[in-house]
């Protein structure tokens, strides 16, 4: 994320006010989601995995999402 210049505080803002728009359940250790964000007009998604027991959520990896691979909702693939 630090390549992409996104920081923490965006990283931050889309944990909690982005939208689900992937569920991986099976994923291990823990179950990820991929959430997308909006912040002055640019989308970010971000990808992370959640220890519930530990209450701890853990960023995979966050990204500006590309219209090359993504619809323009930026919620489905192309």
Same mark, same amino acid.
């Given at each position: 994320?630090?390549?992409?210049?996104?920081?923490?505080?965006?990283?931050?803002? +889309?944990?909690?006010?982005g939208?689900?728009?992937?569920?991986?359940?099976?994923?291990?250790?823990?179950?990820?989601? =991929? =959430?997308?964000?909006?912040?002055?007009? =640019?989308? =970010?998604?971000?990808?992370? +995995?959640?220890?519930?027991?530990?209450?701890?959520?853990?960023?995979?990896?966050?990204?500006h999402?590309?219209?090359?691979?993504?619809?323009?909702?930026?919620?489905?693939?192309?």
């Amino acid at each position: 994320m630090f390549k992409r210049n996104i920081s923490v505080e965006q990283v931050k803002y +889309a944990i909690i006010n982005g939208e689900e728009i992937r569920s991986y359940p099976d994923d291990k250790p823990y179950p990820g989601k =991929l =959430l997308l964000a909006y912040e002055n007009e =640019l989308p =970010l998604h971000i990808v992370i +995995a959640q220890n519930s027991f530990e209450k701890k959520i853990i960023v995979i990896t966050a990204y500006h999402p590309g219209s090359d691979i993504w619809m323009d909702n930026f919620k489905t693939r192309r």
